[in-house]
């Protein structure tokens, strides 16, 4: 079975750094682009960017362009989404997710989400 | 940047109703439309790719269609378990999600 299995929720002061996980598992995780989506509170989905694993091709939204970073441990399987300086405004669920496959541009399958609460 | 918009942004309807939500490109975007169907706090999931492929599980009730700019999404016979928020995506460009519409049973 394909399976995104993301790291627990978090709770965060502002200002503090935070790297959160997603390990695939049942496919080769080197071939698939994995990425990330952001839900606000009571709000929709956002892709905010992706790798692919094998050659750590890294693309990102153009509104979240440095605001955070993808990378991916490919000896366990895992993508991550790190953040430097959190601000209560990331305060968010973040899910991980595949793509299809190539020229297969939807998200299939799903983490099961990380909640990120930052608050001073 | 590619926006996409749907209408309406909710709607209640009857268990049985024929239930159209409509996403729109801002420039053409071929058949790189996929939709999502997430309920209430759960993950969101794949219903339908390329515009109008139905993904392996997916009820049969569930259709899509369009090309270009305009494409649709129809629940023939909406459910009671049906109530949720449907998205759209494009990946013609990068990737972008539609607002959402939101559904319920009257």
């Known amino acids: 079975e394909v399976q995104l299995v993301q790291s627990g929720a978090e709770v965060k002061k502002p200002g503090e750094s935070l790297k959160i996980s997603c390990k695939g598992s049942?496919?080769?995780?080197?071939?698939?682009?994995t990425g990330w989506v952001r839900q606000m509170p009571g709000k929709g989905l956002e892709w905010m960017g992706m790798?692919?694993?094998?050659?750590?091709?890294?693309r990102y939204s153009p509104s979240l362009q440095g605001q955070v970073t993808i990378s991916a441990d490919t000896s366990i399987s895992t993508a991550y989404l790190q953040w430097s300086s959190l601000k209560a405004s990331d305060t968010a669920m973040y899910y991980c997710?595949?793509?299809?496959?190539?020229?297969?541009?939807?998200?299939?399958?799903w983490g099961q989400g990380t909640l990120v609460t930052v608050s001073s | 940047d590619i926006q996409m918009t749907q209408s309406p942004s909710s709607l209640s309807a009857s268990v049985g109703d024929r239930v159209t939500i409509t996403c729109q490109a801002s420039?053409?975007?071929?058949?790189?439309l996929n939709w999502y169907q997430q309920k209430p706090g759960k993950v969101p999931k794949l219903l339908i790719y390329d515009a109008s492929d139905l993904e392996t599980g997916v009820p049969s009730r569930f259709s899509g269609s369009g090309s270009g700019t305009d494409f649709t999404l129809t629940i023939s016979g909406l459910q009671p378990e049906d109530v949720a928020t449907y998205y759209c995506q494009q990946y013609h460009t990068l990737f972008t999600f539609g607002p959402g519409t939101r559904v319920d049973v009257k």
């Open positions: 049942g496919y080769r995780f080197t071939s698939y682009w």
């Open positions: 790798i692919y694993p094998l050659d750590s091709d890294t």
């Open positions: 997710v595949r793509l299809g496959g190539p020229r297969a541009g939807w998200f299939d399958p």
């Open positions: 420039q053409d975007i071929t058949n790189y």
